[in-house]
């Protein structure tokens, strides 16, 4: 099992950015496929990105392409998400996931490992 913990989220104005960070404490998370998720004000939970156990795969939802990126560094069991030209919608609780079954889906229940999650808030 994997110990998740984000850190970076914060108040921007539009067209802004911020970097989010994951870390994990715990043996797997070298082996551990993970994502982000976010979660806005009466809105479902969302996939946001998702990264395999050794970065070379990663996948985005339509809504953050070409805006956002995702990656990790397995040395430091940390993965970040790079957040740029920020909009007000992006604005919700950023929660990162982990899974030791190399899943890279979009479906938050085959993700085992939660952190507490971060408030990302955008202002027009």
């Known amino acids: 099992q994997v110990q998740l913990v984000e850190s970076g989220g914060g108040l921007v104005q539009a067209g802004g950015s911020l970097r989010l960070s994951c870390a994990a404490s715990?043996?797997?998370?070298?082996?551990?496929?993970m994502a982000w998720f976010r979660r806005a004000p009466g809105k479902e939970r969302d996939f946001v990105a998702s990264?395999?156990?050794?970065?070379?795969?990663?996948y985005y939802a339509d809504s953050v392409k070409g805006r956002f990126t995702i990656s990790r560094d397995n040395a430091k069991k940390t993965m970040y998400l790079q957040m740029n030209s920020l909009k007000p919608e992006d604005t919700a609780v950023y929660y990162c996931?982990?899974?030791?079954?190399?899943?890279?889906?979009?479906?938050?229940?085959?993700?085992?490992?939660w952190g507490q999650g971060t408030q990302v808030t955008v202002s027009a």
């Open positions: 996931a982990g899974n030791d079954e190399y899943y890279s889906g979009r479906s938050g229940e085959r993700y085992d490992d």
């Open positions: 715990g043996r797997t998370f070298s082996s551990n496929n």
């Open positions: 990264i395999s156990y050794g970065g070379g795969s990663t």
